[in-house]
């Protein structure tokens, strides 16, 4: 396995970066006998079905890097039996999600209902899946933190920099709102992204945007998101734990944890959560998101609730799917006086009604949002880190493509074995790992937090070419 290195930065000796934020969830006894020389990958499995459009992948080689002016802490000594393969690893990368077309649908395997509910046979309702084996026939090609990713770099209009644009408070709001359901993906039954290793590395550029993500514990699954942009003026950091749950009949996963979007320039924070994603397998199959989502301005005092309906189908036949309303109102007042309501359909248009005037707008616009996206590509293969999602997954995603099911549930086994592997040695040396990219907390209720080691993100070595 290619090394893991940390940089040092300046955020090192900020209190608000601080390691300690991150050893105070660790053992006193782990936090004294850490050495500073290992970290480990592990498996962190998530249940989230997907589908994502078709397009020919992306195959890219890639190198490991290590250069000693750049890295001066190493955090994972070399695993010789993997090192010789990571130079001739390859990056397959696959079309973003989308309203149409998809690859999903013809790797869809026969009886695919029974095949699913085979899967749960031996499993309790109320069963926490985080940590489920899912088999390699019902993986899409990609790992579940691209996923994350492409709801921010992938997007056909470009509503998050709109965000910023916003002459004042109610229009930025609106305008995160707005990016917010530009988030949500259409789902497929029947399939999920690979469940990220412990130290897996996402990192793509679109515009001036550029995101990195950092798969930073395993038990329980945790991701982390920064992203920012060249002029300053929107700041991302996402700390996201999945929880799916069986319950009998169907599977529901709830996504905890901070979303926030930081206009810089206006010096206002807003808290996003995120719906739950539905997964019905009785009477009739069907997956969807659902719940309710709160995005929140101290600053400014306004909210915005919304609200995702559950399809009120009979056996899958009726029913209003993907229907969304909320309303924007001021909290700070007392009285929550509404500003606007929001009605519609998030695979469709949302509108926006201004309650005083009453006029009427399109606040969003699937088919321009999520349409016709573009798949991403390698830009700089030198600058490829071996920890990237889609160089770890190169060979599972290789044989998915060529529908070579042997060969894919073999390449599976051995990444999960590597992870086991690396961690069984961690833990008999008495080694804590600890992220590269970010620190990470957890209170006392469970919550986790994490922080950005650095203040902005550097230009990636994958890029969303310009259409």
Known sequence: MALLLRRRSAGDENPRFSRSKFWGAVPQVARRSRPASTSRL???????????????????????????????????????????????ATAVLTAPLSLEGGLAAELKPANLVQRVLSLFRNVRPGADLSHFQLPATFNLPKSQLQLYGEGVYCAGEDYLSRCARGKDSLERLTGVVAWSISTTRPPIFGFAPYNPVLGETHHVSSGSIHVLLEQVSHRPPVSALHATDDGGNIELVWCQNPVPKFHGTSIEA?????????????????????PNLLIRLLPAPSVEWSGTVRITCKESGLEAELSYHRSRSFLGIGGDARCVNGKVFRSSSGSQETACEIDGHWDRTVSLKDVRSGEVSVLYDAKRAIGNLITPEVKDQEDLSSSESAVVWSEVSEAILAKDWEKASEAKRQVEGRARKLDKERNERGEVWMPKHFS?????????????LEKSVRPAPIIVPSS
Do not use: H
């Not at 992948?57 to 001066?72: D, E, G, K, W």
């Not at 944890?257 to 206006?266: E, N």
């Not at 907390?441 to 950005?452: H, L, M, T, V, Y």
């Open 254 to 274: 709830t996504v905890n944890g901070k979303r926030q979007v930081k206009l810089l320039k206006f010096n206002e924070t807003y808290e996003v959560d995120c």
């Open 440 to 452: 990470l907390s957890q209170d006392k209720n469970g919550k986790w937090e994490c922080w950005p």
């Open 42 to 88: 592990r498996m962190s499995p998530v249940l989230l079905p997907f589908r994502f459009c078709s397009a020919r992948p992306r195959l890219y080689p890639a190198l490991p890097i290590f250069s000693p002016s750049t890295f001066t802490e190493v955090e994972s000594e070399v695993d010789t039996s993997s090192t010789a393969a990571a130079t001739t």
